[in-house]
């Protein structure tokens, strides 16, 4: 007699997920579900006649209920404060958040509203201006807000992150001694911040094109907060100009739409003297904490491109980046 073999990681079937949301939801017979795509999480686009939504899967074992939970209550939050984010919808109960037994085990699933617009790449300066007047509107309403999840410091995005990293490149090259050499510096960096004078909050902690859509009259609305917690406001601000300037390879442009993205930030909300000193480094340590999510999520999502020679232009972009801002290194 044959046995099942335990599953990893599994898709679930769109077509079963909108007749879960019709019953759920009190969604029409029209309803249509279609899976987006995999990755971290598994994306589902839900259309009911007009109206259209994301259904968001978790994959096994990334988040506890709890911690989804508190992403919903930020989301909730803000929105209560007329920010432009994606919000979660509750079902027939007043419920968020869906348990879904997954052959690998319980997964959560959540419906979100849909993000009016598109997402670019290829977006001007004024837009990069309203980017940075909708970033800096989720932070007037996130600072001091307390989420009971992850705090983004010294441990978590430095000491931990390069661990993990080492323990998944076991074998020593210059980019892991790169890599090594850049969190010893960001924790003395870290150590000597004047923290009195830098906002702390919730952050998003990947703002970028992909999570966000603009449309023709430049309404941003930010969306994807599963990376959300405790953390320097200006983490998110840094962020982002990485992003951009990676994404931007004429350094021209990357500067034009960088200095319209913070004058619209601080139409808003004012960027410290302290906060703008520590905006080059602070998302070398984000990205030192990624790569080792990637390395973390290796069975379920980067698998297909997570090798020696990712890690290299990983690493290259990190080097562009700090050569550009003249960060020395030590």
Not at 41 to 58: P, W
Not at 234 to 259: G, H, M, P, R, W
Request: contains cysteine; proline residues 1%.
């Amino acid at each position: 007699m044959t046995k099942e073999f335990q599953v990893t990681n599994s898709t679930l079937s769109a077509n079963k997920i909108g007749e879960l949301l019709q019953h759920k939801y009190g969604l029409s017979e029209n309803t249509e579900c279609k899976l987006f795509r995999t990755g971290m999480n598994h994306v589902y686009m839900v259309s009911d006649d007009n109206v259209k939504y994301v259904f968001r899967v978790y994959t096994f074992d990334w988040r506890t209920k709890i911690e989804i939970a508190e992403e919903l209550r930020l989301l909730t939050h803000l929105k209560e404060n007329k920010t432009n984010v994606s919000f979660p919808i509750t079902d027939n109960l007043k419920e968020c958040i869906q348990e879904l037994n997954a052959p690998e085990g319980k997964r959560f699933g959540v419906l979100f509203s849909f993000a009016d617009g598109e997402k670019s790449a290829r977006f001007t300066a004024e837009t990069s201006f309203f980017i940075g007047q909708a970033l800096a509107k989720v932070h007037k309403s996130a600072e001091n807000f307390a989420l009971n999840r992850i705090t983004y410091n010294n441990r978590t995005l430095l000491i931990d992150s390069v661990k993990r990293t080492r323990e998944f490149f076991k074998k020593e090259t210059d980019e892991t001694k790169f890599i090594e050499r850049l969190a010893n510096y960001l924790q003395i960096e870290f150590d000597n911040v004047e923290n009195e004078q830098i906002r702390f909050g919730a952050v998003h902690l990947d703002v970028w094109f992909d999570n966000m859509h603009f449309n023709e009259e430049n309404k941003v609305t930010l969306f994807d907060f599963d990376f959300c917690g405790n953390g320097w406001l200006c983490l998110d601000i840094s962020y982002f100009l990485f992003q951009l300037f990676i994404t931007n390879l004429d350094e021209n442009d990357y500067k034009v739409k960088a200095e319209s993205f913070l004058k619209g930030y601080e139409t808003i909300s004012e960027i410290s003297k302290e906060e703008k000193r520590i905006l080059p480094i602070v998302c070398l340590a984000i990205m030192t904490y990624y790569i080792s999510m990637q390395c973390d999520r290796y069975d379920y999502w980067t698998n297909l491109f997570l090798n020696e020679d990712h890690l290299k232009r990983f690493v290259g972009n990190l080097k562009r980046w700090i050569a550009y801002n003249e960060i020395e290194v030590k």
